[in-house]
């Protein structure tokens, strides 16, 4: 009898007991609405932006409502105006290119390479044809963060990253957010803490935080920010900046700030998975592991492996043998999007070229989630189910 796996690709741990509590006194008090305090109080999501910019260490944080939010929100805030392009992924989720277009923004990919990050020969191809880059560090991955800043610095490029996979982690030492002029980050449920929706945005520019706490709907209430700019930096921007309403409540805060607090251990209990994984899938004849880099530290909350120069046909029978064994993979090569595998050519509202060495990459990207309810050993199991699938499909093949 071949080994069958029971878990839940999508299952994620509760709410820790102190968010619980810490939900239900906001709910008693009556008072969800950020800025609706009594005096003397301070809003959980005053003190979650706080506690968030002290463990990145930088200046400010605005909590919001989604991390597509943040995301929009920045690229406003640094003049990104309707008709501008903005260079971004080619591999990432929608809601990125989703963001460029919120603001009547217009995409222009760039290139993923086999490591899975942004191909940065094909950036500094492009860098004459945008002021601003969204950059994804899709599925956890992070480019060489100093090279790139390089090239953008070089360029005059306005970096916002997107760190919606990568809360947590960190390039050389540096945390994964505060190296562009923007971090993005979002609290859906899949990430790495967890309130159903929500976003975080970080920034050292006074400015940059003025006008997003201005776009985010502070109304004139922008002194209750805790990690907010001084007030000065208000004084002319509050006059010109929309109200384009996007708020954190103070129930999500609640429910975030114990999260953050042990968010340190949650990402070792990530790679203790991961590479649990990855061990396990190693020397698979026709499957390529994506080595990280060393001065990459990861967040491994889902894990890529490469099925290089597959047919179609081949592919999708690996993920036909795996499924029937309870293992569910995604993959970034299927004829139509299914859940969150969408890529650059699915967006059709952008008239984008064609990539052709990026195609072969997507091509043959497969992902598996890793909820922090999986056990090593449940990985352990889904890297040999994996592992003999793999193996059989492409020893027919071949
Ligand atoms: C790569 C990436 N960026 C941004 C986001 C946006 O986050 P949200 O769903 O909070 O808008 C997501 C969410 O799925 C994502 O996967």
């Given at each position: ?68 939010y ?71 991955h ?71 706490v201005?776009?985010?709907?502070s ?46 251990a949650?990402?070792e ?33 889902s ?31 299927g ?35 890793v ?28």
């Amino acid at each position: 009898m071949s080994e069958v796996f029971k878990g839940s690709f999508t299952q994620q741990e509760p709410i820790p007991e102190e968010g619980i509590e810490a939900a239900i006194a906001v709910m008693r008090s009556g008072r969800l609405h950020r800025y609706n305090t009594v005096p003397g109080e301070v809003a959980e999501t005053a003190l979650l932006e706080q506690e968030f910019a002290a463990l990145l260490g930088v200046k400010y944080c605005l909590a919001v409502a989604s991390g597509g939010y943040a995301m929009a929100t920045a690229l406003r805030a640094v003049g990104v105006k309707p008709g501008d392009q903005v260079l971004t992924n080619a591999f990432t989720l929608a809601p990125v290119p989703g963001a460029i277009a919120a603001v009547g923004a217009v995409p222009v990919f760039v290139g993923v390479t086999e490591n899975l990050v942004i191909d940065l020969d094909d950036l500094a191809a492009k860098v004459d044809q945008a002021d601003v880059l969204l950059l994804s560090h899709m599925r956890g991955h992070l480019v060489d963060m100093d090279a790139l800043m390089a090239i953008c610095d070089a360029s005059g490029i306005t970096v916002i990253e997107d760190c919606a996979h990568t809360m947590g982690a960190a390039w050389n030492g540096v945390a994964s957010g505060t190296q562009g002029k923007v971090g993005c980050y979002s609290c859906q449920t899949y990430k790495h803490v967890n309130s159903g929706e929500g976003g975080l945005l970080i920034t050292d520019d006074a400015e940059v935080a003025a006008r997003a706490v201005m776009l985010s709907g502070s109304y004139m209430m922008y002194e209750k920010h805790l990690a907010g700019p001084p007030k000065e930096a208000f004084e002319t921007i509050r006059y010109e900046t929309p109200n384009i309403s996007g708020r954190m409540d103070n129930l999500r805060a609640a429910i975030l700030r114990p999260q953050l607090r042990d968010l340190e251990a949650r990402c070792e209990r990530w790679n203790e998975r991961y590479f649990e994984i990855e061990k396990g899938l190693r020397d698979t004849p026709g499957l390529m592991v994506i080595e990280r880099p060393e001065k990459e530290k990861i967040v491994g909350s889902s894990i890529q492996f490469l099925l290089k120069g597959w047919s179609a046909e081949a592919v999708d029978e690996v993920l036909k043998r795996c499924l029937k064994r309870g293992v569910e993979l995604k993959w970034f090569g299927g004829a139509e999007p299914i859940g969150f595998t969408s890529r650059y050519d699915s967006w059709r509202y952008v008239d984008a070229p064609k990539m052709p060495e990026s195609d072969k990459v997507l091509a043959g990207i497969v992902d598996i989630r890793v909820p922090l309810t999986f056990s090593l050993e449940d990985c352990a199991l889904i890297a040999r189910i994996i592992k003999a699938e793999v193996s059989t499909v492409y020893q027919a093949a071949h």
